[in-house]
């Protein structure tokens, strides 16, 4: 295990003064790409996705379309200015073609795909600034971007990671436990339908550790969902001002 | 560069599939076998001479080919006294009728890094005896290529990683005249693994909330749910959700049902790793 420039865990908090089941400050807006038909921005700490949302739309090559559901099409790219070392490139890299893919297995449970036959829905996901957990930030900001386009849904998809630092289970780890932690694991989690969606891990766990973790990861997204739903209602009750007036 | 869902491409008669899904749902499969029963497991070492390590594994009828070559190159900055580990899969045109002739896909690419992450984190690999003087590091390069598509390729791709790892032998390093270093192939050492830690990768199916594992191709063409659990001796090294929703209860299940089916893909390898 490689050592860290800093310890971990000292005291029962965490580098950046966390508890282990703390998460990093949430900030999410909705509705902030005004082209796109449904965005979202969400910040957990200083790591930040944007995520655009076009569609229902025509289905482009045709033969890809589907008679009986749409297709959604999604995609993970982190900017190359968004790491702390070099300048990366944007060419898409093995690893960001694997999250767009789990990203998308993470998000059609929840989407209705059955009510857009022949059709395709385009789910963007930038990120802008990476300092940990980029794809679980990603999820939850692409899932409030589908809610924003008014795409059918059974449930919101909110994304936590949890780790493990120094033999704790923490929540929502940053860069610095991502690196040097021993292990990652990223949630994706429909809390209505208590139904986990994305599902990954590196690391070497006991099968203890691995349920404590899925506990803790569940109480993370349940508090990541409290505030997603407030940020989605203040963008309906912004609509709804500029319309009927206060 | 997109993700696009791909059941266009893939698809399953819906008369086969509701059959799959019927016998499932009490508890039978397509193929006679028991929920909790994996293919038989055919694994062959040294396959190919001109590899520095291989292996072959045949799960029911799906075939894939590990080969290792073994190189100098530069460890990772954040790891300066390692060797490096470099997986990478193609699933062959001849796999199956659904493959096209490219550059490895979004499934090839998951299929190579959930290989890599069961790899890198189990200690099966001693990374730290893979570093070379002079600021080099011994590079491994596996390459899993799928012959033959009948579904589960996670598994039979780990378990031929993990026996063409052993099978595979480190060339001496040596210095030429001018005082570089280079590989020596004509003599060898045996690669630093640690045998009991080796890597077991389980997938496990869902068809109407029945969980089974190692599904066939069919059966993957008519899933509700997939996820993979690797494991090093009792611990989980690593684990991807590939498909559909689980619940809590479901994915705990699916954990103990992978840990039986660890089990068998341990006693298919017994030979190779002794």
């Known amino acids: 295990m490689k050592k860290p420039p800093v310890p971990l865990l000292q005291n029962g908090l965490r580098a950046d ?59 993970y790219h982190m900017a190359p200015f968004s790491t702390k070392d070099e300048r990366k490139s944007p060419t898409p890299s093995r690893r960001e073609i694997e999250i767009s893919k789990v990203l998308r297995e993470a998000l059609e449970p ?56 120094d033999g704790t289970v923490v929540l ?37 550790k691995f349920l404590e973790a899925l506990g803790l990861a569940v109480k993370g997204a349940e508090y990541v969902y409290q505030v997603a739903r407030e940020a989605l209602k203040n963008r309906y009750m912004a609509i709804a001002e500029e319309i009927y007036g206060r | 560069m997109a993700s696009i869902s791909p059941y266009g491409k ?42 520095d390590g291989s292996a072959e594994v045949k799960l029911g009828k799906t075939h894939v080919v590990a080969g290792v070559k073994i190189g100098l190159g530069q460890p990772f900055p954040d790891a300066p006294d390692e060797g490096v580990l470099v997986v990478n899969a193609e699933v062959l045109p001849h796999a199956s009728p659904y493959t096209e002739v490219g550059p490895p896909d979004e499934f090839a690419i998951e299929l190579a890094r959930v290989v890599d992450r069961g790899l890198r984190h189990c200690g099966y690999v001693d990374f730290k005896k893979l570093s070379v003087e002079g600021g080099k590091a011994y590079v491994l390069w596996v390459d899993l290529y799928v012959i033959n598509d009948d579904g589960n390729l996670v598994d039979a791709a780990n378990l031929a990683a993990v026996a063409a790892l052993k099978n595979a032998a480190l060339p001496a390093v040596v210095k030429d005249e001018t005082g570089a270093v280079k590989l020596d192939r004509n003599s060898r050492a045996p690669m630093p693994l640690d045998l009991e830690k080796a890597p ?61 089916g660890r089990e068998s893909y341990l006693a298919s390898l017994k030979e190779v790793l002794q």
């Open chain 1, 17 to 75: 003064g966390r508890a282990p089941d703390q998460m990093r400050e949430v900030q999410i807006q909705v509705g902030t790409v005004s082209n796109a038909d449904g965005s979202a921005v969400v910040s957990y700490g200083a790591t930040t996705a944007v995520a655009a949302v076009y569609g229902p739309r025509e289905m482009h090559p045709r033969h890809l379309s589907l008679p009986d559901r749409g297709v959604m099409r999604v995609r």
């Open chain 2, 200 to 260: 077991i990768a389980v997938s496990v199916g869902k068809i109407a909330n029945v969980l089974f594992l190692d599904p066939i191709f069919e059966e993957e063409l008519s899933l509700d749910g997939r996820i993979t659990y690797t494991f090093a001796q009792e611990r989980i090294v690593a684990i991807q959700k590939t498909l559909g929703s689980f619940t809590q209860q479901e994915l705990e299940a699916a954990l103990d049902l992978a840990w039986r």
């Open chain 1, 110 to 165: 929840a989407v209705m795909l059955e009510q857009y036959p022949r059709s395709r829905i385009d789910v963007f996901i930038e990120i802008l600034q990476a300092d940990g957990s980029t794809r679980v930030a990603s999820l939850t900001a692409a899932s409030l971007a589908l809610a924003d386009a008014g795409i059918y849904m059974r449930d919101l998809v909110v994304g936590v990671s949890v780790g493990l630092v």
């Open chain 1, 172 to 208: 929502d780890l940053n860069g610095l436990e991502d690196n040097y932690g021993e292990g990652d694991m990223p949630v994706g989690y429909m809390p209505n339908l208590r139904r986990f969606t994305l599902l990954q891990l590196d690391g070497a766990w006991t099968r203890e």
């Open chain 2, 10 to 51: 893939r698809f399953i008669s819906y008369l086969r599939r509701e059959q799959i899904r019927r016998l499932i749902a009490s508890k039978a499969r397509i193929d006679g076998r028991e929920v909790d029963q994996v293919r038989p497991v055919e694994v062959k070492t040294g396959i190919v001479k001109t590899a």
